[in-house]
């Protein structure tokens, strides 16, 4: 028997792990469809990819303005740096969907460059014809969330998408949103735009997923090294336009105030893309909890839903390893067996401070830890305790360690550091192994930035001691 998978969304990095999933079973026929223009996903066109490129023009001033060796601080060329970062992810992109074509290629895949739209559960309608599957994956990615503000409808913005492609700022912003996209897209503003920027931050300090020590760190960095005015715990209230750019009202400690720039930003994060799918014909109703661990649907058990879409955790690996894991479970569906939940271990970069101090986090907190009542030790070292990163001229930060009491085991680091996000993927593998401290070798060669993880692996191995 043949089994008919549709694929709603198959340029995007879910939507090609399925594919790529179910492509080589034989009695698997598959429809690919994708509207995208150029096509090629989101990380690549508006996403991960361009950001860390501009990104890291802004790192190299960052870099040099820091550096007492240096005589002359470099301007950035706003106009290379975004005609060098569409070369480069326009290839990507051209990559991308050549990987897609190629399967098209194949006997048992179709490919429609299309809009697919449900006519009812298991029936989309491409184009001017309907295709009848037996089972539908969506894989649509998200779209910027525009905050429920008075005002917002008119007034102008610019989004993140729209700052990867501009060379000419203005004097002054407003930022709104202080999650991923405004923690590595602000400083850009200050230092490759050198622009004047007011962040408007919710809560206490930034890093919701780390412990506090980690957002007050950062708070700290952006007000003293990027000039960064961080109005934390203040909350927007309305919006307008004035003759020279925006005014936005906020409340701050029970006090309404109002701030005025040149441009406002919205950095307020993105929500599934599900609006033009038709999904008021099916019996699929997108509110929380709808798309369940195995990537199937809540209220259709012939229906997937992966990546951004499904609103559980818009990271790209994440949504990569979704697919793979929905392509299994519709398999397993279809022959009658038990599916599999996805599950995965914390791990998350955040390219913060234009890259040069990002924020990593493999596993556990402390304050999770503490909150599932583990028994743990938690050791921590400033960066500045390793000479090694103050002769890269990068010595702020700090990282810690999280290990199981008693066995030892690795159960989480978090970092925020030179260099902490490359140590990301050490650090999965000594967590994802569940590795005791004691046996994790101390074997940096000097002068290394890893030296803060061997730090980190005596102090706690120290503590627990030979348990």
């Given at each position: 028997?043949?089994?008919?998978?549709?694929?709603?969304?198959a340029?995007?990095s879910?939507?090609?792990?399925?594919?790529?999933?179910?492509?080589?079973?034989?009695?698997?026929?598959?429809?690919?469809?994708?509207?995208?223009?150029?096509?090629?996903?989101?990380?690549?066109?508006?996403?991960?990819?361009p950001?860390?490129?501009?990104?890291?023009?802004?790192?190299h001033?960052?870099?040099?303005?820091?550096?007492p060796?240096?005589?002359d601080?470099?301007e950035?060329?706003?106009?290379?740096?975004?005609?060098?970062?569409n070369?480069?992810?326009?290839?990507?992109?051209?990559?991308?969907?050549?990987?897609?074509?190629?399967?098209?290629?194949?006997?048992?895949?179709?490919?429609?460059?299309?809009?697919?739209?449900?006519?009812?559960?298991?029936?989309i309608?491409?184009?001017?014809?309907?295709?009848?599957?037996?089972?539908?994956?969506v894989a649509?990615?998200?779209?910027?969330?525009?905050?429920?503000l008075p005002?917002?409808d008119?007034?102008?913005?610019?989004?993140?998408?729209?700052?990867l492609?501009?060379?000419?700022?203005?004097?002054s912003?407003?930022?709104?949103?202080?999650?991923?996209v405004?923690?590595?897209?602000?400083?850009?503003?200050?230092?490759?735009?050198?622009?004047?920027?007011?962040?408007?931050?919710?809560?206490?300090?930034?890093?919701?997923?780390?412990d506090?020590?980690?957002?007050?760190?950062?708070l700290?960095?952006?007000?003293?090294?990027?000039?960064?005015?961080?109005?934390?715990?203040?909350?927007?209230?309305?919006?307008?336009?004035?003759?020279?750019?925006v005014?936005?009202?906020?409340?701050?400690?029970g006090?309404?105030?109002?701030?005025?720039?040149d441009?406002?930003?919205?950095?307020?994060?993105?929500r599934?893309?599900?609006?033009?799918?038709?999904?008021?014909?099916?019996?699929?109703e997108?509110?929380p909890?709808?798309v369940?661990d195995?990537?199937?649907?809540?209220?259709?058990?012939?229906?997937?839903?992966?990546?951004?879409v499904?609103?559980?955790?818009?990271?790209?690996?994440?949504?990569?390893?979704?697919?793979?894991?929905?392509?299994?479970?519709?398999?397993?569906?279809?022959?009658?067996?038990?599916l599999?939940?996805?599950?995965?271990?914390?791990?998350?970069?955040?390219?913060s401070?234009?890259g040069?101090?990002?924020?990593?986090?493999?596993?556990?907190?402390?304050?999770?830890?503490?909150?599932?009542?583990r028994?743990?030790?938690?050791?921590?070292?400033?960066?500045?305790?390793?000479?090694?990163?103050k002769?890269?001229?990068?010595?702020?930060?700090?990282?810690?360690?999280?290990?199981?009491?008693?066995?030892?085991?690795?159960?989480?680091y978090?970092g925020?550091?030179?260099?902490?996000?490359?140590?990301?993927?050490?650090?999965?593998?000594?967590?994802e192994?569940?590795?005791?401290?004691?046996?994790?070798?101390?074997?940096?060669?000097?002068?290394?930035?890893?030296e803060?993880?061997?730090?980190?692996?005596?102090?706690?191995?120290?503590?627990i001691?030979?348990?």
């Amino acid at each position: 028997m043949t089994i008919h998978v549709a694929i709603i969304g198959a340029y995007g990095s879910a939507g090609v792990a399925v594919a790529n999933g179910l492509a080589d079973e034989a009695d698997v026929q598959l429809t690919l469809v994708d509207d995208g223009e150029p096509g090629g996903g989101l990380c690549i066109l508006r996403g991960c990819m361009p950001s860390k490129e501009v990104l890291s023009a802004s790192a190299h001033k960052f870099h040099a303005r820091h550096d007492p060796r240096l005589s002359d601080t470099p301007e950035v060329d706003l106009e290379s740096v975004v005609n060098s970062k569409n070369e480069h992810i326009y290839d990507f992109a051209e990559h991308r969907r050549g990987a897609v074509h190629d399967l098209a290629e194949r006997e048992n895949v179709t490919f429609y460059h299309d809009t697919a739209r449900f006519v009812d559960d298991h029936t989309i309608r491409i184009g001017d014809q309907e295709i009848e599957a037996d089972y539908v994956v969506v894989a649509t990615g998200s779209v910027i969330n525009v905050p429920d503000l008075p005002g917002i409808d008119d007034v102008d913005f610019m989004t993140s998408a729209d700052v990867l492609d501009t060379i000419r700022f203005p004097d002054s912003g407003i930022v709104m949103g202080f999650g991923y996209v405004g923690l590595e897209l602000a400083p850009y503003l200050t230092e490759a735009a050198e622009m004047d920027i007011t962040v408007i931050e919710h809560d206490p300090r930034p890093l919701d997923e780390a412990d506090s020590a980690f957002g007050d760190e950062l708070l700290e960095i952006y007000r003293d090294d990027f000039g960064i005015d961080i109005l934390t715990e203040t909350d927007e209230k309305r919006v307008e336009s004035t003759d020279d750019g925006v005014r936005l009202y906020v409340e701050q400690d029970g006090e309404e105030r109002a701030i005025e720039a040149d441009e406002l930003f919205l950095f307020t994060g993105r929500r599934p893309n599900i609006e033009r799918l038709g999904l008021e014909n099916t019996d699929l109703e997108p509110n929380p909890g709808w798309v369940m661990d195995t990537m199937q649907s809540r209220d259709d058990p012939r229906t997937f839903v992966v990546g951004d879409v499904n609103g559980k955790e818009p990271i790209l690996h994440v949504a990569k390893e979704q697919g793979f894991k929905a392509a299994e479970n519709v398999l397993a569906h279809a022959r009658g067996n038990d599916l599999e939940p996805y599950e995965n271990v914390h791990h998350h970069v955040i390219f913060s401070a234009t890259g040069v101090y990002p924020f990593a986090r493999v596993g556990l907190s402390e304050d999770e830890a503490e909150s599932e009542g583990r028994d743990y030790v938690a050791v921590s070292r400033q960066a500045s305790d390793d000479g090694v990163f103050k002769t890269k001229q990068a010595s702020e930060g700090l990282a810690k360690l999280v290990v199981d009491a008693d066995d030892g085991t690795v159960l989480g680091y978090q970092g925020l550091h030179y260099h902490a996000d490359v140590m990301a993927k050490t650090m999965q593998v000594v967590v994802e192994q569940g590795m005791d401290v004691r046996d994790v070798p101390d074997r940096a060669y000097h002068p290394t930035t890893p030296e803060i993880l061997d730090g980190l692996f005596r102090d706690a191995s120290e503590e627990i001691g030979d348990n």
